[in-house]
């Protein structure tokens, strides 16, 4: 592991990575949701990009919240906190997500739940590659001169 430690992340910073994490979790979700339901194409991408937003602001406010009681360095979080985190995003974005998907794909709630839950896995695992990937390529961006804060 690296001695250097990064600098917290900025506002800026966050919105920066919570939208590029969006990106590709709608995608993963848009195709999820076409292979594994009968929605259409409209309905599908309408359906991940509302729980993108939704997910958005979720992120915000979780991340901050959890940066805030683990406070080390996140480059030197390890695989046990990492599943920690992912699965505490996940677990809260859930009772959100769940009466949404039931009226966007006008399904029973024991449905959406288990349409969710699908996702949710998914997406889980998406967000512990991507969050691994975003924490040791900002540490290789940034310097003492703030390069990360130039970059986003």
Do not use: C
Not at 75 to 82: D, H, I, P
């Amino acid at each position: 592991m690296s001695q250097i430690q990064s600098n917290p992340m900025s506002v800026k910073e966050r919105v920066f990575h919570s939208v590029l994490f969006e990106l590709g979790a709608v995608a993963v979700s848009t195709v999820l949701v076409l292979l594994l339901s009968p929605a259409d194409t409209g309905s599908a991408v309408g359906v991940s990009i509302v729980m993108a937003l939704m997910a958005v602001v979720w992120n915000f406010v979780f991340n901050y919240g959890f940066d805030k009681i683990f406070t080390a360095p996140r480059e030197t979080r390890g695989f046990g906190l990492r599943v920690f985190h992912t699965i505490s995003f996940e677990a809260g974005l859930l009772i959100f997500t769940i009466p949404v998907i039931a009226y966007l794909l006008n399904l029973s709630l024991w449905h959406a739940f288990i349409a969710d839950v699908g996702l949710t896995l998914a997406i889980t695992l998406y967000a512990l590659i991507f969050n691994w990937i975003y924490d040791n390529a900002r540490l290789r961006f940034q310097d003492s001169a703030g390069v990360m804060d130039e970059l986003v």
